[in-house]
């Protein structure tokens, strides 16, 4: 068979087996995508990176080359996991070197794919694994440095890594780091293995940790070390894994695994309906500002595709302030334009977005190919003194209001205040909590102090909301929920969301990751029921850790759920049906 046809077959096999209506069974392996190599103006790869990932389950596809964005997005969308195969020299110039005379030949056109392939699966989260030349792409990518030619370079070389024997023949050994990731995937700290390179890694990207090393040195494996599905060895073990070697193998059962499980966790978000319940974003949007691109924020409408997003609350957030009318007055004008504002966006997307008021809303514009833009306010000091700003932002179309921020203020004691002011709410606050109720306003309790928030479980007549907090019994700070907070909130039928704040989980918050974030979740669920926990990011307001820093990494949380065992029905609670249930209640007068 002649390598145009196998490439013909490779890319067309999944969509052939569809077109065969006597099949009983459809195939749900994982989609993997290669990427192809660039010979005489072709697409092509060897059969020992097709064959490792069908021995492992998944369904391999090539990836033309090509450079155009919306094709290559297209392909990308469709993808579980993604093999970046080996091949030629990287032009330095991508780290920004100039050419050594030593520098092999460098093939432009793959270099502009290849990155374009790297940024594609990056938003998306798609699982990634790079081979030779791939862990190479990896590393410049995000910010690391190659070897542009080893035996100049790297004087000190004692290995030749350019073996003359087959890649199926090992030649080599390659020192795992234990713990990581690597020495997981293999049950093993040291490897015999091939290697066919000229170029390496010579500094490790921000973000990526070396953890596998030749005996002269060379990083011959790294890996995300901020918790994202992204791994790269600088050997060949597709080689070996088809000659039969069993350790080499499970590389590609690893990334078929992790395919197979990303895959699962975008079926969900097609069924569900997910909702992050509070960010800070309004806060970014000045005139040359559009949620409709791919903004610096963490919080836009091409993020929320990528992460698989439904819905997103956007916080109208005043600073705390004097408590006198004149400065009262400048909080209420504050919310007013910073609602002023968000429609604003919406109005000029009014193509992918619009803005919802009820839980039906999310239904129907979901179905309707929409993303939905709630609105709350953050912090009670913008409704001033007058009750009857609650009707107007009301009808204006919040349906939250954070009671307080750091600060006490007229309705209530707030949890990072140092002195208290009211010893809960004041009598203001409780007519306040009175016509949020009335009004079928949720009243959220995030930032309150802890005789806040017994004041308002006593005197609210529905349940209530805490939109971004985490769980104190995994680190005490003041914004925080204790144990007993958690179980009186799910006994009143309310529902509380973990939050992504770095210094609300970890008390060393430049460490903060995804598995830390997890924790606090795990535990809320455990103590509140599956029934009264969901996610408030407090993105573009200090939320983001490693592992989940925007809207395109919410499928990581999916993703890590389904690896802790959590059913779908378990999973669309925490995503949005445990808020919406609430919301409905509240609105429903």
Not at 33 to 47: A, E, F, L, V, Y
Not at 108 to 124: E, N, Q
Not at 392 to 399: L, W
Request: charge should be negative; glycine fraction near 8%.
């Amino acid at each position: 068979m002649n390598k145009l046809l196998l490439t013909t077959l490779l890319v067309l096999c999944p969509y052939l087996a569809m077109g065969q209506s006597n099949q009983k069974t459809t195939r749900k392996a994982p989609l993997i995508g290669i990427s192809c190599s660039h010979p005489g103006r072709s697409s092509s790869t060897q059969m020992t990176y097709t064959e490792s990932v069908i021995q492992a389950g998944g369904t391999p596809i090539l990836i033309s080359i090509t450079t155009d964005s919306l094709v290559l997005t297209d392909i990308a969308n469709r993808l579980d996991g993604i093999i970046l195969i080996g091949g030629g020299d990287i032009h330095p110039s991508y780290f920004n070197e100039s050419p050594i005379e030593q520098l092999g030949e460098v093939d432009s056109l793959r270099d502009v794919y290849d990155m374009a392939l790297i940024r594609l699966a990056t938003r998306r989260n798609i699982p990634m694994f790079g081979i030779c030349r791939g862990e190479q792409l990896i590393n410049v990518a995000f910010g690391g440095t190659l070897y542009q030619d080893i035996p100049t370079q790297h004087p000190d070389t004692t290995v030749c890594h350019q073996q003359q024997e087959p890649s199926s023949i090992p030649t080599h050994t390659v020192h795992l780091t234990p713990g990581s990731a690597m020495a997981s995937i293999t049950g093993q700290t040291q490897l015999f293995t091939n290697t066919h390179h000229h170029q390496a890694v010579k500094q490790v990207a921000p973000g990526f940790s070396v953890t596998g090393w030749s005996s002269d040195s060379i990083p011959e494996a790294i890996e995300s070390s901020h918790e994202y599905p992204i791994w790269g060895v600088q050997f060949h073990p597709e080689a070996l894994a088809t000659a039969g070697d069993s350790i080499s193998a499970r590389f590609f059962y690893f990334l078929v695994q992790k395919a197979a499980t990303y895959r699962h966790a975008k079926e969900i978000h097609r069924r569900i309906l997910s909702l992050d319940t509070h960010t800070d974003t309004p806060l970014d949007f000045d005139v040359s500002y559009n949620i409709g691109t791919r903004e610096k924020t963490q919080v836009c409408l091409p993020k929320m595709r990528e992460g698989k997003l439904d819905g997103q609350y956007l916080a109208c957030w005043v600073r705390q302030g004097p408590c006198d009318e004149e400065n009262s007055l400048k909080a209420i004008d504050r919310v007013d334009e910073l609602i002023r504002h968000i429609y604003r966006q919406v109005e000029m997307n009014g193509e992918q977005c619009a803005i919802a008021r009820t839980p039906d809303d999310l239904s129907r514009l979901k179905t309707e190919g929409k993303k939905a833009f709630y609105i709350g306010i953050e912090n009670g000091y913008g409704i001033g003194k007058d009750l009857k700003n609650i009707t107007r932002f009301h009808d204006a179309g919040v349906t939250y209001i954070t009671l307080c921020h750091t600060r006490n203020n007229d309705i209530c004691d707030s949890s990072s205040d140092t002195t208290a002011r009211w010893n809960g709410l004041s009598p203001y606050g409780r007519k306040v909590v009175k016509e949020m109720n009335r009004l079928g306003i949720m009243i959220d309790l995030s930032h309150a102090a802890e005789s806040t928030f017994w004041d308002v479980l006593k005197y609210s007549k529905a349940p209530v909301i805490v939109s971004h907090s985490s769980a104190s019994a995994i680190y005490r700070h003041d914004r925080n929920l204790t144990d007993e907070q958690l179980r009186a909130l799910a006994a009143h039928g309310g529902v509380a969301q973990a939050c992504l704040v770095d210094e609300f989980l970890n008390p060393d918050a430049k460490k903060t990751n995804l598995t830390d974030f997890m924790k606090h979740l795990l535990h809320m669920v455990e103590v509140a029921g599956i029934d009264h926990v969901g996610i408030g990011s407090d993105f573009d307001g200090g939320g983001g850790v490693k592992g989940c820093n925007g809207d395109n990494d919410f499928i990581n949380i999916t993703v890590r759920l389904l690896e802790h065992g959590f059913t779908e029905t378990d999973i669309a609670k925490i995503w949005g049906g445990n808020f919406l249930r609430v919301m409905k209640q509240v609105q429903t007068k």
